[in-house]
T-cell receptor, first 113, second 113 residues
Framework: RKEVEQDPGPFNVPEGATVAFNCTYS??????FFWYRQDCRKEPKLLMS???SGNEDGRFTAQLNRASQYISLLIRDSKLSDSATYLC??????????????FGAGTRLAVHP | NAGVTQTPKFRILKIGQSMTLQCTQD?????MYWYRQDPGMGLKLIYY???????DKGEVPNGYNVSRSTTEDFPLRLELAAPSQTSVYFC????????????FGPGTRLLVL
């Protein structure tokens, strides 16, 4: 079983749609969780951290379910500029704080007019 | 600040050749990382360093070597290039222990033929 699993997509949605991505992780001792965004042929960039209480940043909402080892990302009112690959990222433990992140393979989102 | 810079942007190598991928950061970050990303896959950690003179293996270190003689530079060396090393290589850094956001360089695309 992969340490971090995501649906690869692609998700093809019209502008204005709401889309949700899911991610599962295998290590129950994992400490911290993130969503990164990666544009085509570019480096990953942090989109948002994911907290146990859930968190929201504008049109983006992230949720964490530790019991089910499940993370989600909800994007409301999709824009063309949201087209990218979304990477689910897990820090399996604070191994001396070295931040050895585990990356999922990513979910591709394509927003069309 | 230029952030994290990587050179070259793109390189074609023949099997058995060697090369060094350069990574430099001007943010005085202690922690630096090398990842590779194969098509449709997540990033995998090759090597990391927690400070000048200190390096350690990540998940996929075979075929690579690193050094960290200064805080700024973290070069990745391929001694005998193989087709399996065809990938996109990303360097990243964080300022200190416990920092969540990793700052990525723009990547080096390597093709081994």
């Amino acid at each position: 079983r992969k340490e971090v699993e995501q649906d690869p997509g692609p998700f093809n949605v019209p502008e204005g749609a709401t889309v949700a991505f899911n991610c599962t992780y295998s290590n129950s001792a994992s400490q911290s969780f993130f969503w990164y965004r990666q544009d085509c042929r570019k480096e990953p960039k942090l989109l948002m951290s994911v907290y146990s209480s859930g968190n929201e940043d504008g049109r983006f909402t992230a949720q964490l379910n530790r019991a089910s080892q499940y993370i989600s990302l909800l994007i409301r009112d999709s824009k063309l500029s949201d087209s990218a690959t979304y990477l689910c990222v897990v820090n399996p433990r604070f191994s001396g704080g070295y931040n050895k992140l585990i990356f999922g393979a990513g979910t591709r989102l394509a927003v069309h007019p | 600040n230029a952030g994290v810079t990587q050179t070259p942007k793109f390189r074609i190598l023949k099997i058995g050749q060697s090369m060094t991928l350069q990574c430099t950061q001007d943010m005085n970050h202690n922690y630096m990382y090398w990842y590779r990303q194969d098509p449709g896959m997540g990033l995998k950690l090759i090597y990391y360093s927690v400070g000048a003179g200190i390096t350690d293996k990540g998940e996929v270190p075979n075929g690579y070597n690193v050094s960290r003689s200064t805080t700024e530079d973290f070069p990745l060396r391929l001694e005998l290039a193989a087709p399996s090393q065809t990938s996109v290589y990303f360097c990243a850094s964080i300022p200190r222990q416990g920092t969540e956001t990793q700052y990525f360089g723009p990547g080096t695309r390597l093709l081994v033929l």
